[in-house]
């Protein structure tokens, strides 16, 4: 393991939440492990609104995640970057992509992917690969599709999304693909990452033209940021956004990943579940002072 730093640019880091529920106190160990790695390091601390669902993310929760990190006590540099307001720079980079001939619409839904890869399995007998979140890989029915019919397709509106051509991507990318991590004593480890087992991506959905995984790459990238601190629910994922970085010729950040605070039941806190926000832990009483020293920030 390196030391840190390498060099001497100030470090960045970001918190980026997505505002479709309220935080809880995952989210709240999220921000705070950012802030106290941003501190430890000088670094800054940016605060990104990550809002391409433009059907769950709504403005009443961007007004709750400001007042939560305000009643934490977190502060943030700089103005807040909402991924709706930088679609355009989303597109170049897809365009980028496409013109390097990696990505393909593709026009099934995700119940078609289901019921072929249930058809598939029942006649052979054999389960079909998932990814690392446990969803088939893309079977690749419209990889082939002539390009007139796609275009014909797309002309006539049919909804469609657009797919990575992984193993196009990987040819490309070319090798040594994988990140460092960082630990709290500033130690680096190198990872190698295995993106072909996330299959063929989707990088654009049906109603925007990005994806999380292509939003958070370019934003990372015009942030400047260097420390990527995040849960460990996104370890995996990281593998395909090093694959973006490598072929959109972008710095790969350093990763840190947190691990999950998980309820009384063994499940991941959920933003479905508003019993536990930070809202309502506000309104029963509980302390920023308190959230800190149960999460261990005291
Ligand atoms: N917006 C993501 C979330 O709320 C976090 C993205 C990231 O940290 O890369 O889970």
Redesign the pocket.
Known sequence: MAAYPPDSRQPVFRF???PNGRLHLGHALSALSNEALARRFGGRLLLRI?DIDLIRCRPEFVDGILADLDWLGICFEGSVRRQSEHFDDYGRALASLQARGLVYPCFCSRQEIKAAVAACEAENGKSWPVDPDGAPLYPGFCKGLDKAEAEHRIATGEPHVLRLDMARALAQAGDGLGYELFDEAGRRCFVPAQPARWGDVVLARKDVPTS?HLA?VTDDALQGVSH?V??RD?EAATDVHVVLQRLLGLPTPLYHFHALLIDADGRKLAKSRASESLAELRAQGVTAAAIRQRLGFA
Do not use: M
Request: glycine letters at 10%; a neutral charge; zero cysteines.
């Open positions: 980026a939440p997505s990550e999380y958070v990527v995040r849960g996104l």
